[in-house]
């Protein structure tokens, strides 16, 4: 007996759902490296580290890209890359967001802009917490929940 085949649901991507575009991307990662390359704080760090700015902005457009149209093009190692910079913490990951909300509150209309806002909050907490774990920096434990 034959069976159906099975139904493929396709879901949009986050980015289709408020009308981000290849262009849009490019547009976010070019100015807000722009921004980034021009800080007092930020950009010496990175200016430091990144000596040809043409491959990292298009790494960086095929990570937005992956992350909010789903293209997959994005198969970089962001946690390594982070964990090698001495002394990067809180402070600087508090000063990239507030320079990448600026950026994206300049080019991206509302939903578009809380959309790219809503996923640097995640990637910036995310590696975070990563740094901190491979430098030994964890936080506390929670007290266990004991049964009754």
């Not at 806002?117 to 920096?137: C, E, M, P, T």
Request: aromatic share 8%; with cysteine; hydrophobic share 45%.
């Amino acid at each position: 007996m034959d069976r159906p085949a099975p139904t493929v649901i396709h879901r949009p991507a986050p980015g289709d759902l408020v009308g981000v575009t290849e262009a849009i991307i490019h547009r976010v990662v070019h100015a807000f490296y722009e921004r980034i390359r021009a800080d007092a704080e930020l950009g010496p760090i990175f200016n430091a580290k990144i000596t040809d700015w043409e491959p990292h902005l298009a790494r960086m457009c095929d990570f937005w890209s992956s992350m909010l149209l789903m293209t997959r093009r994005y198969d970089g190692r962001p946690v390594p890359a982070h964990v090698a910079i001495e002394g990067l913490d809180k402070p600087h990951f508090e000063r990239w967001l507030g320079l990448f909300r600026q950026t994206v509150e300049a080019v991206c209309p509302g939903d578009m802009a809380q959309l790219f806002l809503d996923r640097a909050n995640r990637v910036a907490q995310s590696l975070q917490l990563s740094i901190d774990f491979h430098r030994g920096v964890l936080p506390p434990l929670k007290a266990p929940i004991r049964a009754g």
